[in-house]
């Protein structure tokens, strides 16, 4: 038996193909027959390699039944895996995708190499150049249609990313409107309680209430009523202690507003002797007063009685500074005075009030006699923000008697014009008869 018919009973298919090439072979062409030869040995060859490969592949399929068996006997006793996301599906797709065309592109460069190295003769190759050459453009066209399929693929991708991204940009906007919208209704909210909070604190600022120092003082007042132990105090004994200081201040009203006696009390004997240039005189205007300088105005007499704070009751002189000079009804030793303007609930300007004033005063026991000794008793600056009625305490001592009082104002506080005083009360006290006969004496 030959080596050819060794070849047909172990492959039939490359015998055929033999069959074929030998068929076409002219009879006379040594060449041809010895070409023919070689191909018949590289085929026996091949049919050899072939049934080995089949037997390794049988054997290889045998072991990856055997395999996934036991795999599968596995996979049944443990727990699912957790699904994959998407996106990692695909990125592993076309990771795997990209990895067999790199494999296809060695395995081609790998069979050229071979092919071109190999020991054979150029007869061979041009033989197989054919088969070669279509085998080579049919890789290229499945490495070219892979890329074009993983081009869709990415392409896709890249639109549901993108999708992705700009529903939860447009959800991510609206969130952010809904949150900016409730801000904004809360700030406004927080603007009107702001509003009305600052409303409620200038109501109460405006209001009247007692100070630390008035508490303590009213706190003092109150100890000194109680006799007893001061660790129980209940609000009936307050209570009753503010009702007497309630009355005690009704009854101070009643007592000239002040409970206190005034000296320059018109109705008491006190008189106006003396003053500056009253403001709106009728006659002569200033040569006129100039000529009667001596002469006291009608409407002086305002300034040293009680005027119940009604406005346009008082004495006016003219400019924003002067003086007037009060007799009292006695010779005293000064303590206070009172000066006093309309009250601001009821006033129609208050500029005309005097600001920066001086008090003096001396003992006239003659007035034809002009030699006066006259001293300071007190500097004040009446402010509009306390009451109407304003009392400053004298620095005197008992023996400073004095029955003339002069009242100097350098300012008010803004009219230009005239300058009005409601009312001046000087307090005190008579001195015994004994040292006022020393003095006259």
Excluded at 71 to 86: D, E, F, L, V, W
Excluded at 155 to 165: R, S, T
Excluded at 330 to 340: F, H, Q, S, W
Excluded at 375 to 384: A, G, Q, W
């Amino acid at each position: 038996m030959s080596a050819s018919t060794v070849s047909v009973s172990a492959h039939q298919g490359p015998i055929t193909r033999r069959r074929a090439v030998e068929k076409n072979l002219p009879s006379g062409g040594s060449d041809f027959a010895a070409a023919a030869a070689v191909i018949t040995e590289s085929e026996t060859r091949d049919a050899r390699l072939t049934n080995a490969g089949d037997t390794a592949a049988a054997i290889l399929r045998d072991a990856r039944k055997t395999s996934s068996a036991q795999i599968q006997a596995k996979k049944s006793g443990a727990a699912k895996k957790p699904t994959k996301p998407r996106w990692l599906t695909v990125v592993s797709i076309l990771t795997k995708n990209l990895a067999l065309v790199v494999v296809l592109l060695g395995f081609v460069q790998m069979v050229r190499w071979t092919v071109m190295n190999s020991g054979g003769d150029i007869g061979d190759l041009s033989i197989m150049s054919g088969d070669f050459e279509g085998k080579l453009s049919e890789v290229e066209k499945f490495v070219t249609k892979t890329m074009k399929a993983m081009q869709v693929q990415m392409n896709a991708l890249d639109h549901k990313v993108e999708d992705g991204i700009s529903s939860l940009r447009k959800e991510f906007d609206e969130k952010i409107e809904r949150k900016d919208a409730e801000v904004n209704l809360k700030l406004k909210a927080l603007d009107v309680r702001s509003d009305a909070f600052e409303k409620f604190m200038d109501g109460f600022g405006s209001k009247s209430l007692l100070s630390k120092e008035e508490f303590s003082e009213f706190f003092e007042e109150f100890k000194k009523t109680r006799k007893g132990d001061m660790t129980e105090v209940n609000v009936d004994d307050i209570r009753k202690y503010a009702r007497e200081v309630v009355l005690k201040e009704i009854e101070k009203h009643a007592a000239d507003g002040l409970g206190m006696v005034d000296y320059a009390l018109v109705s008491g004997g006190a008189r106006v002797v003396k003053h500056s240039e009253p403001y709106g005189g009728k006659s002569g205007g200033s040569a006129g007063w100039l000529l009667q300088r001596n002469r006291v105005s009608a409407e002086a007499e305002r300034m040293i009685r009680p005027s119940f704070g009604e406005p346009g009751q008082c004495f006016a002189l003219k400019g924003g500074s002067g003086f007037v000079e009060i007799r009292l009804r006695t010779a005293i030793v000064p303590e206070a005075v009172t000066l006093e303007h309309v009250a601001k609930s009821v006033a129609y300007d208050r500029s005309s009030a005097p600001k920066h004033c001086r008090v003096s005063g001396w003992l006239q026991t003659d007035p034809e006699i002009v030699t006066e000794k006259m001293f300071l008793l007190t500097e004040f600056t009446y402010d509009l923000q306390k009451s109407n009625a304003q009392t400053y305490k004298l620095e005197s001592s008992a023996s400073n008697l004095v029955d003339i009082i002069r009242l100097d104002f350098t300012s008010n506080h803004g009219s230009a014009s005239h300058t009005c005083i409601y009312r001046l009360r000087v307090h005190g006290r008579e001195p015994s008869p004994v040292p006022a006969l020393e003095t006259q004496s």
